[in-house]
Each structure stands twice: as C-alpha cells, then as structure tokens.
C-alpha cells in the first residue's frame, strides 16, 4: 500500500509542473490507496479529534462553494465550480488516513519538488537564451516568459522551491554527500536568478515578502543581529542588481510603467495591470451590490460581464484577481467567513509548531490571494493542497511522536 501512495505522490509532483491529466489521475490513485487502506488494515480510525480539524477546516473551501449554488441560478456554471473544488474534499480526507506514511516522507517530497522545478528551469532559460530577443520583446509587449504551465502559477512554485532548498541547507538536511548539501545552496542562487529573468512580478513580490518573513524570525530566534542588517541589505539590494542584469526585468519594469500610465489617461482597457485594477473595481462593485450571500458562485461570470459592460461598455469579463473579492463577490460574507477558516486555521493551528517549509508555503499563497484568483487553477490548487496537506500530516505525526 505505502508503495502505491508513493508512486501517486511522485506523479502529483510531476503533474503539477507538466501534466493536468497526471494531477486528476493521482488524485484519484490518493484516495484509492486511502480507501484500500481503511478496507484492508481497518485503521481508519477516526481519533484524535484534534487532529482531524485542520484537514476538516479545509474542506470548507468545497461546501461553500457546493451551498453557495442554493443562491445560483445558473446550475450549469455552479456545477463546474464544484467539481473544480473536488480536491478539497477528496485530499484531505485521503491525507489524513494515509498521514503516518506521508508524514516520514515530507521532507523527500520537498526535496523532490525541489529538483523538478529546477530541472524544469534550466530548460526554461536555455530556451529563452536561445530566443533572447524574442522573448525581450514579448516581455516589453506584456505577453508572458514561456514556462511549463501558467507563468504566474510557475512563479509560485519558483518561489516555493527557493524556499525549500534555502531551508534545507541551513537546517543541514540529512545529505547522501556533499554535492546533495552544495545542490540545495548553488540551486537556490539559481532558482532566484531565474525568478527575476521571467520577471513575473507576483512571484518576485511573494518571495521578497517570504523570505523576509522567515529570515527576519530565523535571525532573530538566533539573535544574531549583525547578520540580520546584512540580509536585509541584501534583499534591498537584490532587486537593484537583477534590474541592471536582466534586460527581461527591464522590460518587464518598463512595460509596467507603461500600462500604470495609459490606466491613469483612462486607455488601459486591454492592458494586464489596468485590467486587473479594474477587475478590483468590479469586484468591489459586486460586493456592495451582494454582501452577505453574494451573486452565488454559479452567477459570478455573468454578473462580471454585466457589470463590465455597464461599466466599460465591453462584451467582455475578468473575474476578480484577487482571492478574498472573488470569495467575497461569489459567496458573499459568509462564504469569505468559510474560506478564512478554511485557510487560515490549519496555519494558526499549528504556528506553536515552527516548521519553516510549511510556514513558506501558506505566506507565499495568502500573499498571492492579494494579486491573483490562485485557487480558480488546477496547478496552483494542487500545488496549494499538496503541501499544506504533507505539511499537517508531518505535523500532526512527528511533532505528537517528539513530545
């Protein structure tokens, strides 16, 4: 049974940076092997209650997303939100049951996702070398670096994977050799060079603030306050340095600039950044019009492309790129009080239980719900519930087995 899950929770690392097709069979093979388990060992037990709750919390991104269509006339769209939101009913459930076994491999299962995103970024870069001005002038046109999946969602993972092989070298990882140690510290300089040169900015602005975050609380534990100075100079000063570089951040910074000032003349209809402000707007818009119970999530698309071509006079929509005003827009106060829940609980759960990977994980995608609809994605979904659930599942396992 412990191999099957293995040979599942490989191929969920690998869908998630080349294969949707591979992300839906594996999740099915997860909770094949949760409910061979129950049948065959009969350890399906459900205590300790305590441990249940952060895998139950999650999955109140699902029944809020199912109760949200008692509110939604179009039953078609509703549908299709439900089953998007599947996964988070069927991972939690099937982590928890097979959590002792996840948990003694939750380390590996970083290291390895580690190793996919790099090797996947090496070949990012040697194609953009080999398309240099091309890409450059995608990039100064607003179009996207070509990554594996959705650039943005890729970003994400770039950051995570930052994280992860930072984290494992200072923590002295158990390494095989000395070129596994030198792989975590040399691969991380890479992953962060790379960052910058596909110049996504929400996934420079999550590893900015992350890194942060964690440095500031490690530098501190460790009151080594001379180091601290050093690392916030670095991290002002990084950014400065790929600028002058990279000549993709570059373009990148100069069509930002771009599209700010043809929003502020009014022009940015088509722009990435305008069409973000204004999908705030319409999202704020919504909000007021449904506070408490929302448009119903099945209602959200035609209410979107209502309210834009009231607004902007366009047969066109963009649905809030912001998490909580899609909840919030969607499902109204209540669904957003459920989401909150859902996404906050397994984090404040277990805060007393310092685990800097797992604490990566949930600033880099609550940083994200600022910026982007990161759960509306398959890739940015499963990479959210595949981390956050190994990472309850080592906590609720190895920390219970150390004290």
Same mark, same amino acid.
């Given at each position: 049974m412990g191999s099957a899950a293995d040979l599942f929770l490989g191929v969920f690392l690998i869908g998630l940076v080349f294969s949707k097709y591979l992300l839906s069979i594996s999740m099915f093979g997860?909770?094949?092997?949760a409910l061979a388990y129950c049948m065959v060992y009969q350890k399906c037990t459900w205590h300790p209650i305590k441990s249940l709750m952060p895998f139950a919390a999650i999955?109140?991104?699902?029944?809020?997303?199912?109760?949200s269509g008692l509110h939604s006339s179009d039953t078609y769209a509703w549908m299709i939100f439900v089953k998007q939101k599947l996964p988070f009913l069927v991972l939690p459930i099937s982590f928890w049951i097979l959590r002792d +076994? !996840?948990?003694?491999?939750?380390?590996?299962?970083?290291?390895?996702?580690?190793?996919?995103?790099?090797?996947?970024?090496? /070949?990012?870069?040697?194609n953009y070398i080999l398309h240099f001005e091309s890409i450059n002038e995608m990039i100064s046109k607003g179009q996207s670096f070509p990554t594996p999946v959705? +650039? !943005?969602?890729?970003?994400?993972?770039?950051?995570?994977?930052?994280c992860?092989?930072?984290?494992l070298y200072v923590q002295? /990882?158990?390494f095989h050799n000395v070129a596994e140690k030198h792989l975590y510290m040399w691969g991380s300089v890479f992953l962060i060079v790379a960052l910058h040169a596909i110049a996504v900015r929400s996934g420079l602005a999550v590893f900015y603030l992350t890194v942060f975050v964690l440095g500031l609380k490690y530098f501190l534990n460790a009151r080594n306050y001379k180091a601290l100075w050093g690392f916030l100079l670095a991290l002002i000063i990084l950014p400065f340095i790929a600028y002058r570089a990279l000549p993709s951040l570059q373009?990148?910074?100069g069509y930002t600039l771009y599209d700010i000032d043809q929003y502020l003349k009014g022009k940015g209809k088509f722009y990435s950044d305008s069409e973000r402000i204004y999908s705030y707007q319409v999202g704020l818009t919504l909000i007021r019009q449904h506070p408490f119970f929302g448009t119903g999530i099945g209602d959200l698309k035609a209410e979107c492309l209502k309210t834009y071509k009231e607004t902007m006079g366009g047969d066109f929509y963009k649905y809030p790129h912001n998490q909580y005003l899609f909840i919030w827009a969607g499902m109204g106060i209540v669904g957003l009080i459920l989401f909150l829940i859902a996404v906050l609980f397994p984090f404040m759960s277990t805060m007393h239980r310092f685990e800097p990977i797992f604490w990566s994980l949930n600033l880099i995608i609550l940083i994200s719900f600022l910026v982007e609809n990161t759960l509306e994605r398959s890739y940015s979904a499963g990479f959210y519930l595949y981390f956050l659930l190994a990472g309850l599942c080592y906590l609720t396992e190895q920390w219970k087995s150390q004290k």
């Amino acid at each position: 049974m412990g191999s099957a899950a293995d040979l599942f929770l490989g191929v969920f690392l690998i869908g998630l940076v080349f294969s949707k097709y591979l992300l839906s069979i594996s999740m099915f093979g997860l909770g094949a092997c949760a409910l061979a388990y129950c049948m065959v060992y009969q350890k399906c037990t459900w205590h300790p209650i305590k441990s249940l709750m952060p895998f139950a919390a999650i999955t109140l991104i699902f029944w809020a997303t199912l109760l949200s269509g008692l509110h939604s006339s179009d039953t078609y769209a509703w549908m299709i939100f439900v089953k998007q939101k599947l996964p988070f009913l069927v991972l939690p459930i099937s982590f928890w049951i097979l959590r002792d +076994h !996840i948990s003694r491999r939750y380390y590996h299962m970083c290291a390895v996702f580690f190793t996919i995103v790099l090797v996947s970024t090496v /070949f990012v870069l040697i194609n953009y070398i080999l398309h240099f001005e091309s890409i450059n002038e995608m990039i100064s046109k607003g179009q996207s670096f070509p990554t594996p999946v959705d +650039h !943005i969602k890729y970003s994400l993972f770039m950051a995570f994977s930052i994280c992860i092989g930072l984290i494992l070298y200072v923590q002295k /990882f158990t390494f095989h050799n000395v070129a596994e140690k030198h792989l975590y510290m040399w691969g991380s300089v890479f992953l962060i060079v790379a960052l910058h040169a596909i110049a996504v900015r929400s996934g420079l602005a999550v590893f900015y603030l992350t890194v942060f975050v964690l440095g500031l609380k490690y530098f501190l534990n460790a009151r080594n306050y001379k180091a601290l100075w050093g690392f916030l100079l670095a991290l002002i000063i990084l950014p400065f340095i790929a600028y002058r570089a990279l000549p993709s951040l570059q373009k990148k910074v100069g069509y930002t600039l771009y599209d700010i000032d043809q929003y502020l003349k009014g022009k940015g209809k088509f722009y990435s950044d305008s069409e973000r402000i204004y999908s705030y707007q319409v999202g704020l818009t919504l909000i007021r019009q449904h506070p408490f119970f929302g448009t119903g999530i099945g209602d959200l698309k035609a209410e979107c492309l209502k309210t834009y071509k009231e607004t902007m006079g366009g047969d066109f929509y963009k649905y809030p790129h912001n998490q909580y005003l899609f909840i919030w827009a969607g499902m109204g106060i209540v669904g957003l009080i459920l989401f909150l829940i859902a996404v906050l609980f397994p984090f404040m759960s277990t805060m007393h239980r310092f685990e800097p990977i797992f604490w990566s994980l949930n600033l880099i995608i609550l940083i994200s719900f600022l910026v982007e609809n990161t759960l509306e994605r398959s890739y940015s979904a499963g990479f959210y519930l595949y981390f956050l659930l190994a990472g309850l599942c080592y906590l609720t396992e190895q920390w219970k087995s150390q004290k």
